[in-house]
C-alpha cells in the first residue's frame, strides 16, 4: 500500500456524485418551544435542514484491507441491520471506486468507498433566525473567530454535514462574495470543540494560516481556558489529596503537562526516597519494571499552586480537609481569574492574598485514552490494568486545573475556570468526572442531561411519549424484529450522546433509542423490494424508498426535530471562553538567524460568559 502521502486523493467522479457544486438547501429556524412553550435550553433558536442526497465517502483504511464489503460495512460502521447492506450492495447505494461491486468483494488498498444516502440531519441549536445563525466575534484579515453554540459539531462529521459550524459559516461568506461583500469562500479548520461544548472556534481563512495556527496550539503557544459547571461543591467529593499533594511529588518531579521524568525519586523499601535513574540498567527488563512502577506513582497526581504558579505543600493546621475547604472558598469572578492569569506581577496578586483572598489552583495530571475509536468512548484513569505495549500506544499524558468562581446553592453546582494544559479528546470533561465532580448535565461522563432543570425534563418526557406514539403507529414495532430493534436499542442507550469522532465516516451511534436507522421489517417492506425505475435517477430512487422520510409521513419533518432534539443533550455546560497566542519569532541580522532577537507577539479572542455562568438567570 502507498504511503498515506502519495496516495492519490481525488475521488472519482459518477452518477452517485453529480450533486450541482453549491447546491440549494431548505433551511428553517425556529423557537426552541414545545406545544408553544419555551424549553429552558441553552438557545432558544433550532435549525432544521430539510433532508437531501448525501455521499459519505472513505478510503479504505489498511485494517480493511483483505476482508468482504459486507463484513466491513457490518462491523465498522454497524449502524444498519445487514440485510439493509446487502440490499444497499446490490442496489447501487454502496460502491467502491465508483463501481457497483457484490457482496462477497474483497478490498484492496486505494479503494473508495462510498454510500448514498437520503440525509437527515438533526437539528441543531443557533443563536439567531438570522443568517449566520451563530455569532461571529471578529474577523482579522486572517481569522474568522466564532461562538458555536453547543450541540453543532465543528466540521462536518457523522450525521452532522451542512449542519456544522464550518459548512454554515463558509455558506454565509460565500453569499456575501456573490453580492462583493466578501472575498471568502472556503475556511479552515484550526482546533475543534466538542460537539456537545460551547464557546471560541477559530477558523482560518486560508490553509496555510490555519496550519501556522495549529501548530501553535501543538507546540503549548496557546493557552486555553474554559468555564464549567460542575455538579457538587468543588473540590469536596474529591479527598485523595493526601496521598498525590505531598513533599514527595516536589521531590520526584510535578508531572507538567501530564509527563513525568524518567529520572526520578521513588518509594524505598524503608519509606524514604531514593533516585533512580532508569537510564543505568544493564537488564532491559530491570529497566521497564521500573518504568512501569514509576509511571504508576507520578502520571497521575494532583497538587494546588497559588496564583504565582508556587505549588503548595504544606496545610494549614495539617489538614488535607481544610485545604479543600479553601480551594472551594477561594472564589472569584471570572474577570478576577483572567487577570490573575495575565499578570506579570506577582504584586498585583500580594493585596488580596495578604487579605487571606488566595488565588489557589487545583491541578490534575490524570492520563487518558480513546477506548473504543469507533464509538468514541474515552477514560482517564493510571491504567494500571494495561500491560506495558498496550500503555504505550494508547494512553497520553494529560494535564488540567481548575480554580473555583462561584457556587449555586439552589442547584448545588459549582460554576470553575479551567485551564486544559494538554488537548487530549474529552480532557476536561474526564477530568472532572475523576474528581468525581462531573460536569453537572453531561450524560456521557456521569452528569444528569436536564439537571436542575425540571421544565426540560419534563419537555423531554412529553417528546418522548410522543415520538414512541409515531413509532408505534408507524408499524416500527413489528414482532419479527423485536429482537434486532432491542439489540440496537441497547446499543445506543450506551452510547446516549456520544460524539463521532471521524469526520469521513457514517454515524455509528445515535442519540436515542428511538433513533434506529432501519429495522429488519423496514427493509423488507420498503427498500429490499423496491425496484429502480427507467430513467429514474439513484437520487430519486433513494429519496423515494427513504426510510426516514416513511416514518415522518404523519408529521411534518420540522416538528418531528423539535421532538428529537428535545430527547437529545441541548448541550453541556462547558464553554471555550478564551484562546490567547504567544508567536515567538525571530529577526534575522544579517541572514544569521542566532543574531537575531526574537519578539512576542500576543493575541486573545474570547466569548461573552455564556447564559448558564449565572443561574440565577436561567
Known amino acids: 500500500m502507498e504511503p498515506r502521502s502519495k496516495r492519490i486523493r481525488k475521488r472519482p467522479g459518477s452518477e452517485i456524485n453529480e450533486l450541482k457544486e453549491d447546491p440549494v438547501y431548505e433551511t428553517t429556524v425556529r423557537r426552541l418551544e414545545l406545544d408553544g412553550k419555551p424549553i429552558s435550553a441553552p438557545q432558544k433558536w433550532l435549525r432544521v435542514i430539510k433532508p437531501y442526497p448525501y455521499t459519505y465517502s472513505t478510503f479504505a483504511k489498511g485494517r480493511w484491507e483483505g476482508r468482504t464489503i459486507l463484513d466491513v460495512y457490518c462491523s465498522e460502521f454497524g449502524s444498519y441491520p445487514r440485510s439493509y447492506y446487502e440490499t444497499a450492495i446490490r442496489q447501487g447505494r454502496i460502491l467502491v471506486s465508483d463501481k457497483q461491486v457484490s457482496t462477497s468483494y474483497i478490498i484492496k488498498g486505494g479503494d473508495v468507498l462510498s454510500h448514498t444516502v437520503h440525509l437527515h440531519e438533526p437539528g441543531v441549536a443557533v443563536h439567531s433566525d438570522v443568517d449566520p445563525y451563530v455569532t461571529i466575534i471578529k474577523e482579522t484579515p486572517e481569522l474568522v473567530i466564532v461562538e458555536k453554540p453547543g450541540t453543532m459539531a465543528v466540521h462536518p462529521c457523522g450525521g452532522y454535514n451542512m449542519q456544522s459550524l464550518v459548512n454554515i459559516v463558509e455558506r454565509y461568506y460565500r453569499d456575501k462574495s456573490k453580492d462583493g461583500m466578501s472575498d471568502i469562500k472556503k475556511l479552515y479548520t484550526i482546533h475543534r470543540l466538542d460537539r456537545l461544548t460551547s464557546g471560541l472556534v477559530i477558523l482560518g481563512k486560508t ?34 489529596l493526601e496521598k498525590n499533594c505531598s513533599k514527595q511529588l516536589l521531590q520526584s518531579g510535578i508531572p507538567l503537562n501530564g509527563e513525568w521524568n524518567e529520572e526520578t525519586s521513588i518509594d524505598n523499601d524503608e ?36 496564583g504565582k504558579g508556587t505549588p503548595i505543600f504544606e496545610y494549614d493546621n495539617g489538614s488535607q480537609t481544610n485545604m479543600l475547604e479553601q480551594i472551594f472558598h477561594c472564589r472569584h469572578s471570572v474577570d478576577e481569574w483572567l487577570q490573575s492569569i495575565d499578570s506579570t506581577s506577582s504584586t498585583s496578586l500580594e493585596g488580596k492574598e495578604e487579605k487571606g483572598c488566595k488565588y489557589l489552583w487545583y491541578h490534575l495530571a490524570c492520563p487518558t485514552r480513546i477506548a473504543k475509536h469507533k464509538d468514541g ?19 497520553k499524558p494529560a494535564h488540567s486545573s481548575f480554580g473555583v468562581v462561584s457556587y449555586d446553592e439552589t442547584t448545588d453546582s459549582t460554576l470553575l475556570i479551567c485551564r486544559p494544559y494538554t488537548g487530549r479528546t474529552h480532557q476536561l470533561r474526564l477530568h472532572l468526572q475523576y474528581l468525581q465532580h462531573s460536569i453537572a448535565n453531561d450524560p456521557n461522563y456521569g452528569g444528569d442531561i436536564w439537571y436542575g432543570n425540571s421544565d426540560g425534563r419534563q419537555a423531554c418526557k412529553i417528546a418522548q411519549d410522543r415520538l414512541n406514539v409515531l413509532k408505534n403507529s408507524e408499524g416500527e414495532d413489528d414482532p419479527s424484529t423485536t429482537e434486532t430493534t432491542n439489540s440496537m436499542d441497547k446499543k445506543r442507550k450506551r452510547c446516549l450522546t456520544i460524539d463521532t469522532s471521524s469526520e469521513t465516516s457514517e454515524p455509528t451511534t445515535r442519540t436515542s433509542a428511538i433513533d434506529v436507522p432501519a429495522t429488519e421489517s423496514e427493509v423488507q417492506d420498503r427498500i429490499a423490494t423496491a425496484v429502480r425505475q427507467n430513467e429514474e435517477s439513484i437520487h430519486s430512487f433513494i429519496e423515494r424508498t427513504c426510510v426516514w422520510c416513511a416514518r415522518s409521513r404523519s408529521v411534518p419533518s420540522e416538528d418531528r426535530a423539535v421532538l428529537e432534539f428535545v430527547i437529545r443533550s441541548p448541550g453541556i455546560w462547558l464553554h471555550a471562553l478564551r484562546y490567547s497566542f504567544t508567536m515567538n519569532t525571530t529577526a534575522s541580522n544579517g541572514g544569521d538567524d542566532s543574531e537575531g532577537e526574537g519578539r512576542a507577539i500576543a493575541e486573545s479572542f474570547r466569548t461573552k460568559l455564556p447564559d448558564w455562568h449565572d443561574m440565577r438567570k436561567n
Open 207 to 240: 490553509s496555510s494560516v490555519a496550519r501556522s495556527y495549529s501548530k501553535y496550539i501543538m507546540n503549548r503557544s496557546c493557552q486555553k481556558i474554559y468555564l464549567a459547571r460542575v455538579a457538587g461543591k468543588f473540590p469536596l467529593k474529591y479527598r485523595s
Open 271 to 306: 519509606g524514604g526516597i531514593q533516585k533512580q535513574n532508569t537510564s543505568s540498567f544493564t537488564s532491559e527488563k530491570d529497566r521497564t519494571n521500573l518504568v512501569s512502577r514509576l509511571r504508576k506513582q507520578n502520571a497521575l497526581a494532583c497538587w494546588i499552586e497559588d
Open 377 to 395: 468512548v474515552c477514560e482517564a484513569s493510571s491504567f494500571d490494568h494495561l500491560d506495558d505495549d498496550l500503555y504505550k500506544k494508547t494512553v
